[in-house]
């Protein structure tokens, strides 16, 4: 069998890398390769964790990942996954998202552990918990090094007798019955075809994602921290963090890395984003919101500049479930699609169960069907009252 991927971000990558390694023949393509600026799955950091609410498939896919990702820290001259542990704060009423996590995240092995307030300000005492309700620390959970994690798929990919072409790959989705799927000028030949590009998807594939599929735009600050006090603000003080707020946009950092500085980001995804054209320099109206929040929740960098930004998208499916599917005009394409910001943490999860579906006819979980789309009687946790988030303000994490 002869595949070809088209997209090497975390997803396409990782399809590659378990596919090869069954035997299949298989091609990797992507403009301008893995981990680079524009792609969903680059810039500097992701979190990992495991706490899904309800929702057991992603923790599931998360928790397979973990394996993955260790060795391939370990295999790497530079680390990739630094385990700090996850810090939720919970600052609104209804906590019954961790509380239905905290099953699932014991299934497979792994904990989420309430603190008490006075504990935790003992323990983390950079942070202001006044109007913080509860507190849960996960252990199993991290920060994942993006770029360098798809570079070293990819490296390991290639390695092991992969072939990388980078350049672009036109897709023509009305001709897609017969294989329309070009590179160079010259037709992609191949049994089957993944399509795993990201915020780029919906530009290749209308027909089937228009509608079922938008692309939103979030802004990531790295703060400076005081020179006197980087043993606080480190992975071996602080953990990663997530503020859960249905009132406010869910702020969530990571801990000071890569000398970059103190990561903090938002998840809200009221506006939308174009791949190709939109501007990627932060708006001043987010910033100064952000560094409200920061000089509330971290006070002591009240007085500390940021020191890089970011803009990253999310292709997000209006549910915040993802979808595989072959497309209905061709059984041979198999679309990944709908990361919705948290697809990176268990792409090798994910690149393992296609593997799955293309080599052992693995059925395709029935939570990935865009067919759901159809059916406003299904949507996720991060839809359902539990957490109480609404339509304008699409959070997921």
Known sequence: MKVAVIGSGVWGASCAYYLNREGVDVELYDMWGPGNSRSGSGGASRIIRLAYGDDNIYTQLTNNSFKFWEKLSYDSERRLYDECGMLWLV????SSYIQKSKKHIESVGHSIQEISKSDAQKKYPIINFDDINEVYFEKKAGALMASRCCKN???????????VFLGEVIVDESKLKTNAISFDGKRIDADKYIVACGPWNRKLLPKML???????????YYFSIPNDSVSKYNSKAMPCWLDLNSENPSYYGIPFHLNKGFKISYDERSTQFDPDSSERIPIPELVERTKSYLHKRFPHLKNQPISETRVCQYENSMDGNFIINYHEDNDNVLVLSGSSGHGFKLGPGLGELVKDVLINDKHIPREFDIGRLNNDNSSSQYYNAQIKYNKKKRLFN
Not at 91 to 94: E, L
Not at 153 to 163: A, P, Q
Not at 211 to 219: A, G, H, N
């Open 153 to 163: 798929i990819v490296r390991k990919f290639k390695e092991e007798g992969g072939s």
């Open 210 to 220: 228009d509608d079922v599929t938008y692309i939103s735009r979030q802004e990531v």
């Open 91 to 94: 600052s609104q009423d209804d």
